[in-house]
């Protein structure tokens, strides 16, 4: 091999050696702009998700008393669960922007479902299972979102930071009755 070639060959790979670390350069560089915006989005999708669950929450309570066929106690729930219908319905707004296709999908039947709940009692037409039915699709959204957001992963890590696997599972393992009997010092 003359000395022309050798100097030929180093040079390339002088020259593959650059390319390689600018591009290892670059990656690293989007992926760290990449990351506070993740991070943003995350808190964003949390804060989202969890105004739903609270919203829903009292949806449901206001759709219970609207459903009792007496009709007693309707005045205040209907003006509140009227003032709620708007909130949901700018919550699923958001929600197509930023949340997981899947999450959206089932808050917007969320939302729609509540709306023709209203819809229906202002028509007179008690549907007193409804409450159930929104507490099951709530329910959905609930389990839709911790899994697109990745909570119980999130949740793990911290437990194991802090717990132990068996410390937990034998609090989950405790019933209403060891609780009450440990309180009135019962072995």
Avoid: C, H, W
């Amino acid at each position: 091999m003359t000395e022309g070639m050798q100097t030929v060959i180093v040079s390339i790979a002088g020259t593959v050696a650059t390319l390689i670390a600018s591009a290892l350069g670059l990656y690293f560089t989007a992926r760290a702009r990449a990351a506070p915006l993740r991070q943003l989005l995350y808190a964003k999708q949390l804060e989202l998700v969890t105004e739903v669950m609270e919203l829903i929450g009292k949806v449901r309570t206001y759709s219970i008393l609207l459903a009792d066929p007496s009709r007693e106690f309707s005045e205040r729930p209907r003006q509140d669960l009227g003032e709620a219908v708007p909130k949901l319905s700018r919550l699923t707004d958001v929600a197509a922007a930023i949340l997981p296709t899947e999450v959206y999908v089932e808050v917007n039947r969320l939302q729609s479902s509540v709306t023709s709940f209203l819809v229906a009692s202002d028509q007179g037409q008690v549907d007193e299972v409804f409450p159930k039915e929104l507490g099951a699709q709530a329910a959905k959204v609930a389990l839709l979102a911790r899994s697109s957001l990745g909570i119980d992963e999130l949740s793990e890590e911290s437990l194991k930071l802090f717990g132990s696997t068996k410390e937990r599972q034998r609090l989950a393992d405790l019933t209403a009755e060891d609780l009450r009997s440990s309180v009135n010092g019962e072995t």
